[in-house]
T-cell receptor, first 115, second 114 residues
Framework: AQTVTQSQPEMSVQEAETVTLSCTYD???????LFWYKQPPSRQMILVIR??????QNATENRFSVNFQKAAKSFSLKISDSQLGDTAMYFCAFSYGGSQGNLIFGKGTKLSVKP | DTEVTQTPKHLVMGMTNKKSLKCEQHMGHRAMYWYKQKAKKPPELMFVYSYEKLSINESVPSRFSPECPNSSLLNLHLHALQPEDSALYLCASSQELVPNYEQYFGPGTRLTVT
């Protein structure tokens, strides 16, 4: 069975600083995909960043980057120059061929960016 | 247009009522999803439609009945719900039912069962 673990239920960071959210996963699949989704308070969930397991290069999207350690089954999200609008619930998610697109979510990390 | 819309935004219903939730997307996506999300929890998958056919039913009670009338529209019919069914119901869509495609989420319907 595939599992996703986010060990930090809540985190806070000062505006303009850098923060890293951790995510580990367990799978025996060789081909899979990892995602970070962001759900701001009372707003809809959006994709932050995506990583294909077969790609060694870490994905980046502007201020957001991941540290993908395949052997360690780790997929952390780094947010640089944190902004107040980054305050949200962040979910790490996993999918693979047999999941038919079904996302397996971690329990989430609530990030608060303080002015 | 990368938007998934859901109506209504809020719904309060009694345990004997029948109501429906509606979800719409005009991105040409062929996979659509219903999720249930409790406060401070991740979304839980309920149903998945692919090309207007039910592909996944995650053992959801029969008081929830999904319907996909066409490729842009997804409904969730509710009947004889229980108070524990109170939650945020999210709709999502993706280009195809394959694992690497991004899912686009709607804002959700906040359901309260009294």
């Amino acid at each position: 069975a595939q599992t996703v673990t986010q060990s930090q239920p809540e985190m806070s960071v000062q505006e303009a600083e850098t923060v890293t959210l951790s995510c580990t996963y367990d799978t025996s699949e060789s081909n899979y995909y990892l995602f970070w989704y962001k759900q701001p308070p009372s707003r809809q969930m959006i994709l932050v960043i995506r990583q294909e397991a077969y790609k060694q290069q870490n994905a980046t999207e502007n201020r957001f980057s991941v540290n993908f350690q395949k052997a360690a089954k780790s997929f952390s999200l780094k947010i640089s120059d944190s902004q107040l609008g980054d305050t949200a619930m962040y979910f790490c998610a996993f999918s693979y061929g047999g999941s038919q697109g079904n996302l397996i979510f971690g329990k989430g990390t609530k990030l608060s960016v303080k002015p | 247009d990368t938007e998934v819309t859901q109506t209504p935004k809020h719904l309060v219903m009694g345990m004997t009522n029948k109501k429906s939730l509606k979800c719409e997307q005009h991105m040409g996506h062929r996979a659509m999803y219903w999720y249930k999300q409790k406060a401070k929890k991740p979304p839980e998958l309920m149903f998945v439609y692919s090309y207007e056919k039910l592909s996944i039913n995650e053992s959801v009670p029969s008081r929830f009945s999904p319907e996909c009338p066409n490729s842009s529209l997804l409904n969730l019919h509710l009947h004889a719900l229980q108070p524990e069914d109170s939650a945020l119901y999210l709709c999502a869509s993706s280009q195809e039912l394959v694992p690497n495609y991004e899912q686009y989420f709607g804002p959700g319907t906040r359901l309260t069962v009294t």
